[in-house]
């Protein structure tokens, strides 16, 4: 059971240049959603889906675009890298994004590691 | 803005030494969640509470929910290098279902 897959772990770029993060789930999760944290900042919400074909924006959205073609997969691209988007990126899952009770757990990846020059 | 204030930011205590982390907001959550994060890796759930003015224990790990839901506390009993990590916490509000986050402990438990 792999649970919540980011790849790649590690990426450098170059400002301007494109490149997208992806992410998979094998638990049939409804929500996914896209993170990054930087130091002191905690975790800040980039983009998130509630079902293949929905998605909106979160805290922090511009520079970042995402789609959700399908349950499992949800990629995030960044179009023009900037350096303040030097950060650890996040993909996370629940089974629902409309959960109060508390039940609803975050299942996260390991994370990626982004340094834009 | 929602905020969750984590407090304090960073802890360096001696194996065998109590501590307690805090999480402090002025919005009343539906739920409030504590992770724990080890370096590369994600942060992964400890423990959820729900209803005002429970605790949970997890071992040495004690977490209660405050009586108007709008603040929480982790207290570590005896604390073990095995506890090291940034411990998170994370509040569901009742308007939408978007977890709001504090900035994290970076807890250091020295041999």
């Known amino acids: 059971n792999a649970g919540v897959t980011q790849t790649p772990k590690f990426q450098v770029l170059k400002t301007g240049q494109s490149m997208t993060l992806q992410c998979a789930q094998d638990m049939n999760h409804e929500y996914m959603s896209w993170y990054r944290q930087d130091p002191g900042m905690g975790l800040r919400l980039i983009h998130y889906s509630v079902g293949a074909g929905i998605t909106d924006q979160g805290e922090v959205p511009n520079g970042y675009n995402v789609s959700r073609s399908t349950t499992e997969d949800f990629p995030l691209r960044l179009l023009s890298a900037a350096p303040s988007q030097t950060s650890v990126y996040f993909c996370?899952?629940?089974?629902?994004?409309?959960?109060?009770?508390?039940?609803?757990?975050?299942?996260f990846g390991a994370g990626s590691r982004l340094t834009v020059l | 803005t929602q905020l969750l204030e984590q407090s304090p930011q960073f802890l360096s205590i001696q194996e065998g030494e109590n501590l307690t982390v805090y999480c402090n907001s002025s919005s009343v959550f539906s739920s409030l969640q504590w992770y724990r994060q080890e370096p590369g890796e994600g942060p992964v759930l400890l423990v959820t509470?729900?209803?005002g003015g429970e605790v949970k224990k997890l071992k040495r790990l004690t977490f209660q929910f405050g009586d108007a839901r709008k603040d929480s506390s982790l207290h570590i009993t005896a604390a073990q290098p095995g506890d090291t990590g940034l411990y998170l916490c994370?509040?569901?509000?009742?308007?939408?279902?978007?977890?709001?986050w504090g900035a994290g402990t970076k807890l250091i438990i020295k041999p």
């Open positions: 994370a509040g569901r509000h009742y308007s939408n279902y978007q977890l709001i």
């Open positions: 509470v729900v209803t």
């Open positions: 996370a899952s629940s089974y629902s994004g409309q959960d109060f009770s508390g039940a609803n757990v975050l299942t």
